[in-house]
């Protein structure tokens, strides 16, 4: 485990890492470097790591998101963002 600090010396992030064998589609890792440019098999694999995780956590708020309704009075009716925004112009 490798533990990261930055500022101030403070344990701020955590990142462990460890080494695993594991069978992957070699085609795939290939074309996987080719089209991220990923110099090595680790970072082309990391790549697709951080983008499935990406990918999930988006697919999650979809599926969890809340209703349409839960927002509807979530702003006054008579708000108005136009003619803020001309209230806080500066006047010449």
Same mark, same amino acid.
């Given at each position: 485990m490798l533990i990261a600090l930055l500022k101030y010396g403070c344990y701020t992030h955590m990142i462990?890492?460890?080494?695993t064998t594991i069978e992957i589609d070699e085609k795939l890792l290939?074309?996987?470097m080719k089209l991220t440019g990923a110099k090595t098999r680790r970072a082309a694999v990391d790549y697709a790591l951080h983008e499935a995780e990406k990918a999930a956590?988006?697919?999650h708020?979809? &599926? /969890?998101?809340?209703?349409?309704?839960a927002f509807r009075d979530a702003i006054d009716d008579s708000y108005d963002i136009l003619s803020? &925004? /001309?209230?806080?112009?500066p006047k010449p």
């Open positions: 462990c890492r460890m080494k290939m074309s996987v956590k988006v697919a708020l979809v &599926r /969890e998101a809340p209703p349409e309704r803020l &925004r /001309e209230q806080e112009k």
